[in-house]
Nanobody, 122 residues
Framework: QVQLVESGGGSVQAGGSLRLSCAAS????????MGWFRQVPGKEREGVAT???????NYADSVKGRFTISRDSAKKTLYLQMNSLKPEDTGMYYC????????????????WGQGTQVTVSS
């Protein structure tokens, strides 16, 4: 069983930056394909970015050039650096993982964290 714990959410003004972190435990970190997803009340959850064990990344078009996903195997931690934030980036951000060779923002992952709230004001 994979446990995921997110941190780093908060409130910022448009144009600002935040970095989300996700600490993973319970499985060999290097074998996990991981990603960030977000959800706004009343809307479907959407994939933001994913990264596999070979550090291949996949981004939603809406965040390309602004967000960067990365992973630190020594710390067993996933990150999401978010720059040039927009009000439409507001939502609950979830860390997710699967035991898989690769995954995309459209993939369904098996393990989920509790989420961290990101609020961007105009």
């Amino acid at each position: 069983q994979v446990q995921l714990v997110e941190s780093g959410g908060g409130s910022v003004q448009a144009g600002g930056s935040l970095r989300l972190s996700c600490a993973a435990s319970g499985y060999t970190f290097s074998r996990l394909c991981m990603g960030w997803f977000r959800q706004v009340p009343g809307k479907e959850r959407e994939g933001v970015a994913t990264i596999d064990s070979d550090v291949r990344t996949n981004y939603a078009d809406s965040v390309k050039g602004r967000f960067t996903i990365s992973r630190d195997s020594a710390k067993k931690t996933l990150y999401l650096q978010m720059n040039s934030l927009k009000p439409e980036d507001t939502g609950m951000y979830y860390c997710a993982a699967s035991v898989a060779l690769y995954c995309l923002v459209g993939s369904t992952l098996n393990f989920w964290g509790q989420g961290t709230q990101v609020t961007v004001s105009s």
